[in-house]
Nanobody
Framework: QVQLVESGGGLVQAGGSLRLSCAAS????????KGWFCQAPGKEREFVAA????????NYADSLKGRFTISRDNAKDTWYLQMNSLKPEDTAVYYCAAATTMATMFNLGGLGMDYWGKGTLVTVSS
């Protein structure tokens, strides 16, 4: 059974940091693009960051550049989202996802992803 399991969410004060992890199992994800999405209360799910399986090229939502960093550990089939300088508006459920192509990561709302995690809640207090 293929699973993506997020961890690392929680409550943090504004200006703080969190590191999310996504542990994949059930198959090899070495040839999958990997990413993170978020969904704030009352809003649509949005793209956060992605990393390609081949070159490790990264992409970020424009509003998050410089604060968030995506990385991966191919040997562990795990990827991460380091979130720094957190703001109350970053409060959301964060989902990890995997897709066979990097281009899929940029579909609106993550449409077409091959696999999703169940999400981890990040709450940033002011």
């Amino acid at each position: 059974q293929v699973q993506l399991v997020e961890s690392g969410g929680g409550l943090v004060q504004a200006g703080g940091s969190l590191r999310l992890s996504c542990a994949a199992s059930g198959r090899s994800f070495s040839t999958y693009a990997k990413g993170w999405f978020c969904q704030a209360p009352g809003k649509e799910r949005e793209f956060v960051a992605a990393i390609s399986y081949s070159t490790g090229r990264t992409n970020y939502a424009d509003s998050l550049k410089g604060r968030f960093t995506i990385s991966r550990d191919n040997a562990k089939d795990t990827w991460y989202l380091q979130m720094n300088s957190l703001k109350p508006e970053d409060t959301a459920v964060y989902y990890c996802a995997a897709a066979t192509t990097m281009a899929t990561m940029f579909n609106l709302g993550g449409l077409g992803m091959d696999y999703w995690g169940k999400g981890t809640l990040v709450t940033v207090s002011s």
